[in-house]
């Protein structure tokens, strides 16, 4: 192992609180070509145990600091081939511990284009400029006369010269920029202005029209509203780094720095005019927006980064909701004019019929609808209904609510399934191959139906993106969002485990060790030979290699295959292990399986050999105790009021059961059947101080509320887990939210509302709400 990847390794270690061993095991494992859920799950002896999280970091990190190294090696190259590389400047080269270090000691040495210091040196100025810098005693018009040449023919020529370049030395100074940029990031202080005229078209952002708070302390959510704002030309965004420092007695923190730096006391000497005036230079003109923009971009980062998590953490719940399971399924696309699209489809998701009904407004065929749907449920023995929650969903509900009474033998079961995505995949490449002749709008109804069955193997067919539970995810960094869901998908996935012989060709692709191609491979053996019966089967698949077979065969399961083991997470590399248990007590696979009595009663000590630890016995006996157990949790499902379809149906005080369908850094939205989701802002979801509603609520999750505030025009809903919570009058004075929340008896709500005002006080401020009521139409 090189110097380098020991540095990295330690580092890492340190900054994960793990043993280097384990780091650098997991390094080897990665670099071999291994996925995070493979590592995860089968080389727990060689990490010492590190999950998914962990080894997701452990990745990012490395490839931050690989890269910190790459260019590292290359600006000390640069360096030593302008012969400027000294043993000081080597040693801070090698100690910078990120990036921004890194530019900052290169600045000094960075080819770029003539500048007026350049061009100052170039005409013989630089002593004039160390001569006044070193002894302010001097006058410098007349040092100025000094340098006086063909190019250079009056005093101001000269000292304007000499003050370029000292303005560029002070901006290239490493160590000056690391205290100022310290100094900015604690002081300083982000302010939003509305531009001149912008005030009726962005109204949504009337909030920040005249906004000011330490930068520091902007949330994620609120930094990405003003940003929007901005690059809707609607606000103005400074950093102001020195608060403040406009008033006439107060001169410039970080102007003070400067002097300090370089032991510049300004009094009565000659060349302390010349020489403040250069350090404001320096500051205004040089550095201050070098260092706004820097730090700008910094925030922007962390709140992309915060908002990214945001949706990870949303999309992972939705990914493992609870499945309905393997049931044939009536899935209604529901609309008014157009009508309501019906597809069913069996057990495995396979497509049985379709139809197309008009129960709704202009039409009005309620009955002949419901002698339609209950004809496809006898038909084909359906045993849920799955509506899809958009336009005419609760009219929707209703018709399917008489039909299940109608026909109570069938012992049929309405379910209200989110229709996020579900749009996207109809008009998918995916989509148009599978049902080639299939109108758009019932590809949507099947998607809804597979849903419910199973949302995990039916949202991945969707990008990630268009599922429509972040948080401003247009807004931020696109590359780094797709690669963490990305990696969300491939964790939900992997935690499953899928289904050789029914899975599509989108769920395989997120299998460990799969791409596309091998995909769409398995998919093309098994139409042509069949189901697999076994495991080893798939090394028969094309271009499917040993290391591939590696990474996905533990992930893959064969149902009531030719190997009971096969439908298990055992990986077939351990399945010596599992054959030396059942020589060892003389019984067969099939006796050990779930028997809860014998597993326990095993001592996982005496199986441990040279090729698997405690770590993955322990891992194996719990497979076999529950071989193939499903890590989601079991399906429930929300009942929404009756009466209650529309926002204007809604009353304060009201308490409805609806289900979590977002969870923002604010709050969480909740779906409770009005074609609007409603907010429980983070101070009302509990009576305890929450730092992170996540901390509190899942997307998926059942929940009881009660109604707040309802803003029939702009479609507000205020809503409150807290149901002891009483909602504001009437005539509330709307200009102070915060004000009618801190009136609240419980002390640990007061404290939540002023750490959050200004964003959600009350109702649901305009820039977050327009963000996240157009969610579910992506």
């Given amino acids: 192992m090189t110097v380098v990847n020991t540095q990295i390794i330690n580092q890492i270690s340190e900054e994960l609180a793990v043993k280097s061993e384990q780091v650098a095991a997991a390094v080897a494992l990665l670099d071999e070509g291994s996925t995070v859920p493979f590592i995860a799950r089968y080389r727990k002896e060689k990490t010492g145990g590190l999950d998914d999280t962990q080894l997701r970091n452990l990745d990012s990190r490395l490839s931050y600091l690989r890269e910190l190294e790459d260019r590292r090696a290359v600006i000390i190259k640069s360096i030593t081939e302008q012969d400027k590389l000294t043993p000081e400047l080597k040693t801070k080269l090698l100690a910078a511990d990120n990036k921004t270090r890194l530019e900052d000691l290169y600045l000094p040495y960075k080819p770029k284009r003539r500048t007026k210091g350049e061009i100052a040196k170039e005409q013989g100025l630089e002593p004039l400029a160390n001569d006044l810098f070193n002894n302010p005693m001097l006058t410098p018009e007349a040092e100025a006369t000094k340098y006086f040449n063909d190019t250079i023919t009056d005093e101001k020529a000269a000292l304007d010269g000499a003050k370029f370049i000292l303005m560029e030395r002070i901006a290239e100074e490493a160590d000056l920029l690391n205290k100022i940029r310290r100094t900015v990031r604690k002081n300083g202080h982000l302010e939003s202005k509305v531009i001149a005229g912008k005030e009726k078209e962005g109204a949504k952002f009337q909030d920040y029209f005249e906004h000011s708070e330490l930068a520091t302390k902007v949330p994620s959510h609120r930094l990405l509203a003003m940003l929007r704002g901005r690059n809707e030309g609607v606000l103005q965004l400074t950093l102001n780094a020195d608060p403040g420092a406009e008033a006439p007695v107060r001169e410039s923190h970080c102007e003070a720095i400067i002097a300090h730096h370089f032991d510049l006391n300004f009094n009565q000497k000659p060349a302390d005019k010349w020489l403040k005036t250069i350090v404001q230079w320096a500051w205004k003109i040089k550095i201050s927006l070098s260092v706004e923009n820097e730090l700008m971009t910094e925030l922007r980062e962390k709140a992309e980064v915060e908002a990214i998590r945001v949706f990870a953490k949303n999309l992972s719940d939705l990914l493992m909701a609870a499945p309905a399971g393997a049931k044939t399924t009536i899935g209604i696309d529901p609309g008014f004019r157009t009508g309501c699209k019906i597809a069913v489809v069996d057990k495995t998701g396979k497509l049985l019929d379709t139809a197309t009904i008009f129960p709704h407004e202009p039409q009005n065929h309620w009955d002949k609808s419901i002698r ?407």
């Fill in 372 to 778: 339609t749907i209950e004809h496809l449920a006898r038909t084909h023995k359906a045993e849920l209904i799955a509506i899809g929650n958009g336009t005419a969903s609760r009219e929707t509900d209703k018709l399917a609510a008489e039909v299940i009474k109608k026909a109570n033998e069938l012992n049929l079961t309405k379910i209200m399934v989110s229709e996020a995505g579900a749009s996207v995949y109809s008009a998918s490449e995916f989509a148009a191959n599978e049902f080639p002749d299939l109108d758009v709008s019932i590809r949507g109804a099947v998607s809804i139906a597979r849903r419910l069955q199973d949302p995990l193997a039916e949202l991945v067919k969707v990008e990630p993106k268009s599922i429509g539970v972040g948080q401003y995810q247009h807004d931020v960094s696109q590359n780094l969002l797709s690669k963490s869901l990305e990696a969300v998908v491939e964790d939900c996935v992997n935690a499953v485990g899928v289904d050789l012989n029914t899975a599509s060709v989108p769920l395989l692709t997120r299998v460990s060790g799969l791409n596309k191609t091998l995909a769409n491979n398995i998919v093309k053996f098994r139409d042509e030979h069949g189901r697999f019966n076994n495991r080893k089967e798939l090394k028969k698949v094309e271009r499917l290699g040993p290391k591939a077979f590696e990474q996905c065969a533990g992930f893959l399961k064969i149902a009531n295959g030719d190997n009971p083991l096969d439908a298990s997470s055992v990986h077939p590399e351990a399945y010596p292990v599992v054959k030396n248990i059942i020589e060892t007590h003389n019984r067969a696979v099939d006796d050990i399986i779930a028997n809860h009595a014998f597993l326990t009663s095993l001592n996982a000590n005496d199986y441990i050999n040279d090729s698997f630890g405690l770590l993955t016995i322990k891992d194996i006996v719990k497979e076999l105790e529950k071989p193939g157990r499903d890590p989601r949790p079991e399906f429930k499902t929300a009942t929404f009021k009756e009466g209650v379809e529309k926002v204007s149906d809604l009353q304060p005080s009201m308490i409805l059961e609806g289900v979590i369908t977002n969870v923002t850094n604010f709050g969480a939205f909740v779906d409770i059947g009005v074609h609007q989701d409603g907010l429980v802002h983070i101070s009302s979801l509990t009576d305890k101080f929450v730092a992170d509603p996540s901390e509190v609520v899942k997307a998926g999750d059942i929940v009881k509320v009660k109604v707040l505030e309802v803003d029939v025009n702009r479609k507000r809903i205020s809503l409150t887990m807290r149901l002891e919570e009483q909602p504001k009058p009437v005539n509330a004075n709307k200009k102070a939210p915060t004000e009618n929340r801190t009136q609240q008896k419980k002390a640990p709500a007061q404290k939540q509302n002023k750490q959050n005002n200004g964003a959600f006080g009350g109702m649901v401020n305009s820039a977050f709400a327009d963000a996240f009521a157009n969610a579910k139409k992506k």
